[in-house]
């Protein structure tokens, strides 16, 4: 009974980890920028080029800063006698996607990255 209650939770925990990924190596030359509107949203940026190429670039995590109280292994009150409490912060960039688009709509190059 105590394997089967473990065994469901293990895979509720894990079941809510899954997220979406896409292949995009596989689907350069064969995606299309309207499909990318369909699955991804309007992008964040845009830009068209000169030579027909569209630029887009959508937010995938936001960036976010992390505060934590010093020592953070011990519980909220205690402190090392009289001394004062110090914060850690910690700044976890935001993460885009980059997809080029040729002047056919056809994917031509993608890029994950950070700022």
Known sequence: ???AVL?????????GCVT????????????THDQAIVDLGPPDKSAKLSDGT??????????QVVVAP???FLPPGSYFG???PSYTETYVPAYF????????GRLKSWKKFAK
């Open 54 to 63: 569209v630029v887009d670039e959508w937010l995938t995590q936001s960036s």
């Open 82 to 84: 009289p001394a004062t």
């Open 70 to 72: 010093e020592p953070y």
């Open 1 to 3: 009974m105590k394997r």
């Open 97 to 104: 996607l980059r997809l080029t688009f040729g002047p056919d």
């Open 20 to 31: 979406e990924t896409f292949d995009w190596e596989s689907r350069v030359g064969l995606y």
């Open 7 to 15: 065994t469901l939770l293990a895979t509720l925990l894990f079941a």
